[in-house]
């Protein structure tokens, strides 16, 4: 039987991993990330990924860039995100980082089934 666990990755390098019987809604992740609007990229995390190629959607904060006081970089996350940008040929902005908390969704198989 499968399940969730919803990956908080905190500007402060530490990941918080909480286990979801049902797949994990914005709802969740809004609590998690601390705003009310989120947006998908990708980055690149194997220990995350249920893909091959080890890539991972997360989810982050619509708005990080007109936050005041400016919301922490979230190091772990914005190096995935340019690994992901290398890895695949996309590009960004010189300079542009990942700001705040970011979920990322995964589904585990149960040890039991």
Request: charged residues 25%; hydrophobic residues 30%; glycine residues 4%.
């Amino acid at each position: 039987m499968s399940s969730y666990k919803l990956h908080t990755f905190r500007t402060d390098g530490s990941v918080k991993s909480d286990p979801y019987k049902m797949k994990p809604t914005f709802q969740d992740m809004y609590k998690e990330i601390e705003c009310t609007m989120i947006q998908p990229s990708k980055a690149y995390l194997p220990k995350y990924s249920n893909r091959k190629d080890g890539y991972v959607e997360f989810w982050m904060d619509e708005e990080f860039l007109f936050k005041s006081p400016p919301v922490d970089i979230n190091k772990v996350i914005t190096y995935a995100w340019y690994t992901w940008q290398k890895k695949t040929g996309h590009h960004s902005l010189p300079g542009t980082h990942i700001r705040g908390n970011v979920c990322i969704i995964q589904k585990v198989q149960d040890d039991a089934a």
